[in-house]
């Protein structure tokens, strides 16, 4: 066998992971779909002026479905699966953390709170893409977007016919 035949084999051993169509074509849509889902809540934040836009909820969507994909792909035992998504729960609550700010003389004004649940959702949505639960994931985007795009149209028109409240300070925008 000649170098070159070794290096060739050397790279197809490499690529392995996706070892038929039907392999690959699963693992396209499975992050294709979590980038996509994660492009749609993070275009909705973006319209808002927030700083966790397009791109972070993409890229915490697919990192969020690759971190439970490979796992899966290894043949990793549901026990272990669990300790996997435990770690990627805390480490995007990590993440969020950083989103949050505390603002004013005694810091009650809070900023950044739906940023940060939006952010973890997002990871959320991820993982059931990365482990096969597209409906549920399209579900949850769905119900995440309403909550992001319609709640505040609602809470407005409640607050116009209830009145303003004395102290509304607290609250975040």
Known sequence: MSW????????????????????????????????ALGFVLGFEREQQGKAAGVRTHMLVA??????????????????????VIQGLV??????????????GKDESHVQGLTTAAGLWMTAAIGMACGLGRE????????????????????????????????NDDTRER
């Open 4 to 35: 070159r035949d070794e290096v060739l084999d050397t790279l197809a051993s490499e690529f392995s992971d996706a070892s038929d169509v039907a392999q690959l074509t699963r693992i396209v849509l499975r992050l294709t779909l979590a980038g």
């Open 62 to 83: 697919i990192g969020s479905a690759m971190f439970v994909l490979i796992p899966q792909q290894s043949g990793i035992v549901p026990a272990d699966m669990s300790r």
């Open 90 to 103: 805390a480490g995007v609550g990590f993440l969020c953390a950083g989103t949050i700010l505390k603002q």
């Open 135 to 166: 409906v549920t994931a399209v579900v949850s985007a769905l119900l995440a977007l309403a909550v992001l795009a319609l709640v505040p149209r609602l809470v407005s028109v409640i607050e116009r016919v209830a009145g303003p409240k004395k």
